[in-house]
């Protein structure tokens, strides 16, 4: 996720503010020394002004950071010096919210993880779900609703089922399902459990009772999902990165649920291949595509002007391709209402059906064409023509067909796995993440709430880790109670995304699974293709120089300014960075 960091340019404007920030978590983040403020010495010269202050680093054991107070021998003063040292932390963080509050993160941003510039793109691939159809929460509430009815009607589960409704704030992507023990969880980048997020059913299952299930919190390698985030070959684990997976995880969330209300033994292996066969029943048998074509405006959103970004591509000579594992009518009447009749003559190359992510991988199918009236056609396929429509086919014969090959190519789509994996690690394409949820996120980001908890977070995390070392009685009840707060804080920005599994991309202070597979497989990411319409087809994105955890913990560089709440372009003036690494 973006940093609550600043940029230069913002914090120069007042020095006395910079220098209070500088100072302030330099303290709080730096073992065995402390920041002073060293006015007499040159930091940066300007022809506009006197030169800033320079702040300067000097030796001083942390058991000495002042001296007299630290000598004392009574519990009591003792306690009333570290509560005074809690309090001016406090008032200093609480003096920074103002200077921090004024630099929001534009959630209409395009995110790089590596560095890419639209200039040396010249052939531009979409998937269709969630790329360039985006749909309303109506969807969801009808697969879950379609699943449920076939489970009770077709797989004979108990008519008590229908007491359950689609319940959309839920369950978040990219949640890991353990299938033997029925359990949904969060794991973070480095395999362990988000404790507090783990469900059976519907509710939270102890701490304690995980911590023993797994003996630990750590999920080893072998038991999770394989690849493309299926629990197959022995694994046990199943990650659910699509979209259309909520209403999945949430009917799994649900019939384990009434089970376990109504002392039902069941064996829960069955209850997710029956969930699962049931879901894909929805989707396979078309009941979600010809649901979706007789009431389109209810469950397309017009609103991500996908439209103008085709036409923007297309007015600027770019070459355009779709490959989507939907069918043919179902694309064809969802790009008629949100592109127009005329959508064909954008794109190159239509492909449809391509059961991705084989479309990648397998090379024994080779492409079929497809009349406007759905036939298949048994001719071999020599050229890929526009304005023809072609089915499942394999990525490898696609790339003789049309010799786009290699880094000119970029391609979007909002499945981690099926869509970008195998394009950046074996092709060389470039990688294109939507990630609608983002929007969202970063708007929760920019409130006063978060602001103001996560400062505060950050800065008491500081001051523990600097006062820990005071192991008597008395000092250890106090820096207790600021461990007691800190987990509060925690939990309470968890809940301020979603109330039982937190943000998509943080468990806590580590990046999620999923945010670690986005780093990996996307070059850019962003919550819409409209966000392309921000910038012009020069543009360079580059990655910000993030601290590690051993390098400085205030980097003017670490700030994407192209992020913060400054204006984008208009149709004369292009974005400009502030401040370049």
Same mark, same amino acid.
């Given at each position: 996720m973006p940093t609550l960091s600043l940029p230069l340019s913002n914090l120069l404007r007042n020095k006395e503010? &910079?220098?209070?920030?500088?100072?302030?978590?330099?303290?709080?983040?730096?073992? #065995?020394?402390?920041w002073t403020v060293n006015t007499s010495s040159p930091w940066i010269s300007s022809s506009r002004g006197p030169k800033s202050a320079l702040v300067s680093w000097r030796q001083v054991p942390v058991g000495q950071l002042t001296a007299g107070d630290m000598c004392t021998s009574s519990s009591e003063d003792k306690t009333s010096w570290l509560w005074s040292i809690y309090n001016e932390t406090k008032q200093q963080t609480q003096d920074l919210i103002p200077v921090i509050s004024n630099n929001f993160v534009n959630p209409d941003t395009i995110f790089a993880n590596n560095q890419m510039s639209l200039q040396d793109i010249e052939i531009y691939g979409f998937d269709y779900d969630y790329t360039l159809a985006f749909y309303s929460s109506h969807l969801h509430t009808l697969i879950f609703n379609i699943a449920r009815d076939i489970l009770i009607d077709e797989h004979r589960y108990p008519e008590g089922l229908k007491e359950y409704d689609y319940m959309p704030n839920f369950v978040i992507r990219g949640l890991h399902y353990d299938v033997q023990k029925a359990l949904l969880m969060k794991i973070d980048a480095f395999h362990y459990i988000q404790l507090g997020t783990v469900y059976r059913g519907l509710n939270p299952v102890p701490e304690k009772e995980v911590i023993a299930m797994?003996?630990?919190?750590?999920?080893?390698? $072998?038991?999770?999902?394989?690849?493309?985030?299926?629990?197959?070959?022995?694994?046990?684990?199943?990650?659910?990165?699509?979209? &259309?997976?909520?209403?999945?995880? /949430?009917?799994?969330?649900?019939?384990?649920?009434? &089970?376990?209300?109504?002392?039902?033994?069941?064996?829960?292996?069955?209850?997710?291949?029956?969930?699962?066969?049931?879901?894909?029943? =929805?989707?396979?048998r078309g009941i979600m595509y010809r649901a979706v074509e007789a009431d389109i405006e209810k469950y397309i959103c017009y609103g991500e002007q996908t439209h103008a970004v085709l036409r923007k591509l297309s007015k600027n000579g770019k070459k355009m391709f779709l490959i989507t594992n939907s069918p043919f009518d179902f694309v064809d009447r969802g790009m008629n209402y949100i592109v127009g009749k005329d959508w064909r003559d954008?794109?190159? =190359?239509?492909? =449809?059906?391509?059961?991705?992510?084989?479309? &990648?991988?397998?090379?024994?199918?080779?492409?079929?064409?497809?009349?406007?009236?759905? =036939?298949?056609?048994?001719?071999?396929?020599?050229?890929?023509?526009?304005? !023809?429509?072609?089915?499942?086919?394999?990525?490898?014969?696609?790339?003789?067909?049309?010799?786009w090959r290699g880094s000119k190519v970029l391609y979007f789509g909002d499945h981690i796995y099926s869509d970008l994996a195998d394009l950046t690690l074996k092709h060389g394409w470039r990688t294109g993440a939507i990630i609608p949820e983002l929007r969202k996120e970063i708007k929760i980001m920019n409130t006063e709430e978060y602001v103001h908890t996560m400062t505060w977070l950050q800065a008491l995390t500081g001051?523990?880790?600097?006062?820990?070392?005071?192991?008597?009685? +008395?000092?250890?009840?106090?820096?207790?109670?600021?461990?007691?707060?800190?987990?509060?804080? #925690?939990?309470?920005?968890?809940?301020?995304?979603? +109330?039982?599994?937190?943000?998509?991309? #943080?468990?806590?202070?580590?990046? /999620?699974?999923?945010?670690?597979?986005?780093?990996?497989?996307?070059?850019?990411?962003?919550?819409?293709?409209?966000?392309?319409?921000?910038?012009?087809?020069?543009? /360079?994105?580059?990655? #910000?120089? /993030?601290?590690?955890?051993?390098?400085?913990?205030?980097?003017? $560089?670490?700030?994407?300014?192209? +992020?913060?709440?400054?204006?984008? !372009?208009?149709?004369?003036r292009h974005i400009r960075k502030i401040s370049e690494e």
């Open positions: 503010s &910079f220098k209070r920030l500088i100072a302030h978590f330099k303290y709080l983040h730096t073992r #065995r020394g402390i797994y003996e630990g919190s750590h999920v080893p390698l $072998e038991i999770m999902s394989d690849f493309y985030g299926k629990s197959s070959h022995g694994h046990t684990m199943k990650q659910f990165m699509d979209i &259309f997976s909520l209403p999945e995880m /949430t009917l799994l969330s649900c019939v384990n649920d009434y &089970f376990l209300k109504h002392n039902i033994d069941y064996e829960p292996v069955h209850l997710y291949k029956d969930v699962k066969e049931a879901i894909g029943d =929805v989707h396979v954008l794109f190159d =190359v239509v492909i =449809v059906q391509a059961d991705k992510p084989g479309f &990648f991988n397998d090379r024994r199918k080779p492409f079929r064409r497809v009349t406007d009236k759905g =036939v298949l056609l048994w001719d071999r396929i020599h050229h890929l023509e526009k304005g !023809q429509i072609y089915k499942q086919g394999n990525l490898y014969e696609f790339l003789r067909l049309t010799g001051l523990l880790e600097q006062m820990q070392v005071h192991r008597d009685p +008395a000092s250890q009840t106090v820096i207790q109670q600021w461990i007691n707060e800190r987990e509060e804080m #925690r939990l309470r920005t968890k809940d301020i995304f979603n +109330a039982q599994f937190g943000s998509l991309f #943080r468990t806590y202070h580590n990046p /999620t699974y999923f945010s670690r597979r986005l780093s990996r497989f996307a070059d850019i990411y962003m919550p819409s293709l409209s966000c392309l319409l921000n910038y012009d087809l020069q543009h /360079t994105f580059y990655p #910000r120089r /993030t601290p590690l955890q051993h390098e400085s913990p205030i980097w003017p $560089e670490q700030t994407s300014t192209g +992020a913060m709440n400054i204006p984008f !372009q208009t149709p004369n």
